[in-house]
């Protein structure tokens, strides 16, 4: 956690994380129908970067449970954001990585946290130049709402009413050392508002 | 942790670039360099961006590779070359300069066969500035891509011994390559006739960590990279050595060394003479990377613009 956060509310532990990752999954199977087969049909794509670790833990439990291997792609959007101008300096360009044709797949994106909706609106950009998609769905782990754009979620871990100064942090334990979903006031908050960017992993 | 940013705002040459940065924009470079594989080879990153390809002096390559680096960014793109322009009427640079800015751009390649016009050009304008190669000053992208490419090849560039051979002493290539490779702690050695070679190289080498060696043999013993350069034909008359024939018995590279040397990579910043710096089997064989360097240039580029476009900046 950074140490300048004022934590107001832990949102999640780890068992509420691990049983909330169970249901998506479960959701998963039912909704794609998944089975040996449709693997080939449907596919995961973890944004940069914590949905990255979220999507591959989706994909570990259908392995176990359900026994189906299901492919795992990895999306940076940096190069798609919207708020290039606003920024004095620019991101560093992380990886992307998606090895299965996307071309008629039901794709599955996943990230944290679903906040103004333009992180996903990027991923959607990206994810049509890479082909023609069957369709793609949304999954989030807390959908704080304050929406900019027409977006919502297919699949949601906890709907979690905010105030605009408030952000959601979070945690995983591969990246972080800590496994959680916390509210938290950052400290000097508007902060983030002068160089025109949002922290990373809070929309 | 890796840099997040570069220092600069203009890329006018490696001199003043840290290990750091450096590896940043190879960094980024490696990711941009996905997109050129993709079925559709553009990003809207640099959408509403205008870039000026300023070039004083002819250049192909460079300047498609510049240019094409900017279209698969969505950038904004004008061209300028001093042929047919306002500068064969007299203008003098700075007013070209502050022309163009007035039209409202926001960023400037440029080439220009004065050393130091770039850093001239940060002066009078506003936009940032990428050298695209002032006279025998640097060619910063040139050694980007040299370096990516090494490392494409043999992995970390720490340790790795790099060899240049032929026209050091005209070259801006060598000179932001010596910079680069000795900022990320490979080992540099120079070789060539000695009228190509400069009197002193305090500058490149403050430490004196260049080796400078007359033997193509030295050079190319022990040597992970070679790299040729071009033996610059337009500046044959003045003597500088006594044929291009005895050029490269002397310092070509040819078949038998890569046979000698069985992990030599060959590097080259085009456009070759076949038969001079590099045997014709030597440009064809397995171990040249020659257009590797060139779609390298052309995601480094990408890395360059991306990396330079923000507002703000110190420097």
């Known amino acids: 956690m950074d140490p300048n956060d004022l934590i107001k509310a832990q949102l999640l532990d780890p068992r509420d994380m691990e049983r909330m990752l169970q249901r998506m999954a479960r959701q998963l199977v039912e909704m794609f129908e998944l089975d040996e087969d449709r693997g080939e049909t449907f596919g995961l794509v973890g944004m940069q970067t914590r949905g990255v670790y979220l999507a591959r833990r989706l994909q570990a439990i259908i392995k176990r449970v359900d026994d189906i291997d299901v492919p795992l792609g990895v999306l940076d959007v940096t190069m798609y954001r919207d708020d290039f101008m606003l920024r004095a300096k620019q991101p560093v360009v992380k990886e992307t990585r998606i090895d299965f044709d996307v071309d008629g797949r039901h794709l599955v994106l996943v990230d944290d946290v679903l906040y103004t909706g333009r992180t996903v609106r990027s991923g959607l950009d990206a994810l049509m130049d890479l082909g023609r998609p069957a369709s793609i769905h949304f999954l989030t782990v807390v959908d704080r709402g304050h929406r900019e754009l027409p977006i919502k979620a297919d699949f949601v871990g906890r709907t979690v009413p905010t105030l605009p100064g408030e952000e959601v942090r979070v945690r995983l334990q591969?990246?972080?050392?800590?496994?959680?979903?916390?509210?938290?006031?950052?400290?000097?908050?508007?902060?983030?508002?002068v160089d025109g960017a949002k922290p990373e992993g809070d929309d | 942790m890796p840099l997040q940013e570069l220092r600069h705002r203009h890329l006018l040459g490696l001199k003043t670039y840290g290990a750091d940065e450096i590896?940043?924009?190879?960094?980024?470079?490696?990711?941009?360099?996905?997109?050129?594989?993709?079925?559709?080879?553009?990003?809207?990153?640099?959408?509403?961006?205008?870039?000026?390809?300023?070039?004083?002096?002819?250049?192909?390559?460079?300047?498609?590779?510049f240019e094409l680096a900017e279209k698969r960014l969505s950038a904004d793109t004008v061209n300028f070359s001093a042929s047919g322009s306002s500068v064969s009427k007299g203008e003098t640079l700075k007013d070209t300069a502050q022309n163009i800015e007035a039209m409202k751009i926001d960023m400037v390649v440029v080439r220009h066969s004065s050393p130091g016009a770039p850093h001239f050009l940060t002066q009078c304008v506003d936009a940032a500035i990428i050298n695209a190669g002032d006279g025998a000053h640097e060619h910063p992208t040139q050694a980007l891509l040299d370096m990516l490419t090494i490392t494409d090849h043999c992995?970390?560039?720490?340790?790795?011994?790099?060899?240049?051979?032929?026209?050091?002493?005209?070259?801006?290539?060598?000179?932001?390559?010596?910079?680069?490779?000795?900022?990320?702690?490979?080992?540099?050695?120079?070789?060539?006739?000695?009228?190509?070679?400069?009197?002193?190289?305090?500058?490149?080498?403050?430490?004196?960590?260049?080796?400078?060696?007359?033997?193509?043999?030295?050079?190319?013993?022990?040597?992970?990279?070679?790299?040729?350069?071009?033996?610059?034909?337009?500046?044959?008359?003045?003597?500088?050595?006594?044929?291009?024939?005895?050029?490269?018995?002397?310092?070509?590279?040819?078949?038998?060394?890569?046979?000698?040397?069985?992990?030599?990579?060959?590097?080259?910043?085009?456009?070759?003479?076949?038969?001079?710096?590099?045997?014709?089997?030597?440009?064809?064989?397995?171990?040249?990377?020659?257009?590797?360097?060139?779609?390298?240039?052309?995601?480094?580029?990408?890395?360059?613009?991306?990396?330079?476009?923000?507002?703000?900046?110190?420097?």
Not at chain 2, 47 to 61: A, K, Y
Not at chain 2, 283 to 298: K, P, S, W
């Open chain 1, 174 to 193: 591969e990246l972080d050392n800590e496994e959680g979903v916390w509210l938290v006031q950052p400290d000097g908050a508007g902060r983030a508002e």
């Open chain 2, 23 to 65: 590896a940043l924009i190879l960094h980024t470079a490696r990711e941009f360099r996905e997109v050129l594989d993709r079925p559709i080879r553009r990003v809207p990153t640099l959408r509403g961006v205008t870039v000026v390809n300023l070039f004083f002096e002819p250049s192909t390559r460079t300047r498609i590779s």
């Open chain 2, 155 to 315: 992995g970390s560039l720490e340790g790795l011994n790099v060899s240049i051979i032929g026209d050091i002493l005209h070259s801006r290539v060598v000179r932001s390559n010596i910079h680069g490779l000795l900022a990320m702690g490979a080992n540099v050695t120079i070789c060539g006739p000695n009228p190509l070679l400069p009197l002193h190289l305090d500058g490149m080498s403050p430490n004196g960590q260049v080796r400078v060696t007359h033997r193509l043999e030295e050079a190319l013993e022990g040597a992970d990279v070679a790299m040729a350069l071009r033996i610059q034909m337009e500046r044959q008359g003045r003597n500088l050595f006594p044929s291009t024939r005895e050029y490269h018995e002397q310092y070509g590279i040819k078949l038998e060394h890569m046979n000698r040397y069985p992990d030599l990579k060959v590097m080259h910043p085009g456009p070759v003479n076949r038969g001079v710096e590099l045997a014709s089997e030597v440009v064809d064989h397995e171990r040249a990377v020659i257009l590797n360097q060139v779609t390298n240039g052309v995601a480094v580029r990408m890395a360059v613009l991306y990396l330079l476009s923000g507002r703000g900046g110190s420097e």
